[in-house]
């Protein structure tokens, strides 16, 4: 997790537990907030150190509020917690991950008590406050992509062999025809506009989204759409959910 050319983030919200009771929600959420961590926004996740002192290890993850501001944890090794952080193990905490002439090295340095939003907990409190996970993935230079912005009507429902109506909902027809390719890895994003950056809404923002999923078919040369669900040519299908995106992998041969 640290630093490797890949973006980390997480987050407290309980969005995808909906038949948990909403008193037991509101009530971890205030534990939360109590131990300065704010539900529902993401944090980004910066690097996890592990450091000795008196012969007990610490494993350490560091974070940054999306503020950057003095909204930080204030439980165990937070900036305030003079207890755990003594002269030597903030020197040493501070010295791991250095690299020699390495011109990134400052990104690595802790400040304590500098109100900058970044912050340490121990990994068993991260568990604890945390319990979603983001990764911007890195991929290779031989990948590539393409956008495709649109609508589908959630009037037509969601494809199933007793349904037709789907069909009418705009199709993304893609082909492999590198005859030297023998299998193909595909990531598909499917996004739906935040209801957070419209004016007109308030909380709970999940009730002003749709439920989204999406299937993927296989067709022959010779057809220019779906016409019909043939559950013989389905290569995968991912369940509507209550989300903003979902992500789904697959190969194809």
Same mark, same amino acid.
């Given at each position: ?46 690097? *996890? &150190? ?13 974070? @940054? #509020? !999306?503020?950057a501001n003095s909204q930080e944890w204030n439980g165990a ?57 983001i990764a911007v993935r890195d991929f290779p230079d031989g990948?590539?992509? *393409? &956008? ?13 062999? @007793? #349904? !037709? ?89």
């Amino acid at each position: 997790m640290s630093y490797n050319h890949c973006i980390l983030g997480c987050k407290l919200d309980f969005e995808m537990f909906p038949s948990m009771e909403e008193q037991k929600k509101n009530n971890f959420y205030r534990l939360a907030q109590s131990q300065g961590i704010q539900p529902i926004y993401f944090y980004s996740i910066l690097d *996890v &150190r592990e450091v000795k002192s008196f012969d007990q290890v610490h494993r350490l993850v560091r974070l @940054k #509020n !999306p503020w950057a501001n003095s909204q930080e944890w204030n439980g165990a090794f937070s900036d305030s917690d003079t207890a755990s952080w003594s002269k030597e193990l903030k020197a040493t905490f501070n010295d791991l991950n250095m690299l020699d002439g390495y011109s990134d090295n400052e990104r690595y340095l802790h400040r304590w008590n500098a109100e900058d939003g970044i912050f340490v907990m121990r990994i068993e409190d991260f568990i604890e406050m945390f319990n979603s996970l983001i990764a911007v993935r890195d991929f290779p230079d031989g990948v590539f992509g *393409v &956008r495709f912005d649109g609508e589908w009507a959630p009037s037509y429902g969601f494809p199933h062999p @007793k #349904n !037709p109506n789907f069909l009418n909902n705009k199709q993304y027809i893609f082909s492999v025809e590198n005859p030297l390719v023998k299998e193909v890895k595909v990531t598909v994003v499917l996004s739906q506009d935040d209801p957070r950056f419209v004016t007109t809404l308030h909380p709970p923002y999940r009730e002003n989204r749709v439920q989204i999923g999406l299937i993927v078919l296989r067709m022959s040369k010779i057809e220019d759409k779906v016409k019909y669900y043939d559950v013989n040519k389905k290569i995968l299908l991912k369940k509507p959910t209550n989300a903003r995106s979902i992500v789904v992998n697959l190969s194809l041969p």
